[in-house]
């Protein structure tokens, strides 16, 4: 019965022996390429960190010394504005002159308060087109390109506060 156990054990392991040779030769001989390939991008991903590693390190800090620079500064004499004092008061002959209508006006003020055209929209209860078009009749009234030179000119001429 020993025998038989040597035996048995003795020609498993040269089968096993041979299958291994056999896959070995398959792997190398047969995938040599993908090998090599894999091989060469290890060195070259180990090369690329290390690199990365030496050429990020943190540089030595550069200390900057203060230099005091004396600025000449010009004296400004501010001449007082005249603020009327009362309540403001619209100018009705520019805007008659003007042809700008209540609709418009409202547009205008709400421009001049900050508000975007869906915010007048949603305020006056119209559509964001309707306050498209009103603010383009008023910059033609007021030969104003944008809306900061439009409310610019409205408060110029006394038509908004």
């Known amino acids: 019965m020993k025998k038989t156990v040597l035996l048995y054990g003795l020609v498993g392991g040269v089968l096993i022996a041979g299958l291994r040779l056999v896959e070995y030769r398959f792997l190398v001989l047969e995938h040599s390429l993908e090998i090599y390939g894999g091989i060469v991008a290890a060195l070259f991903a180990a090369l690329g960190l290390w690199l990365g590693r030496k050429l990020t390190r943190p540089r030595e800090t550069v200390v900057v010394r203060e230099v005091p620079v004396e600025v000449p500064v010009e004296v400004r004499v501010e001449v007082p504005v005249e603020v009327p004092v009362g309540p403001f008061e619209r100018n009705a002959t520019r805007l008659a002159s003007l042809g700008i209508t209540p609709r418009e006006l409202d547009i205008l003020e709400a ?7 869906r915010e007048i929209a949603e ?39």
């Open 111 to 117: 421009m001049a308060a900050g508000h975007s055209n």
């Open 123 to 161: 305020r006056l209860f119209v559509s964001e087109n309707t306050v498209k078009t009103h603010a383009a009749r008023l910059f033609d009234k007021l030969d104003a390109k944008r809306r900061t030179q439009a409310v610019q000119l409205a408060k110029e001429a006394g038509l908004i506060p």
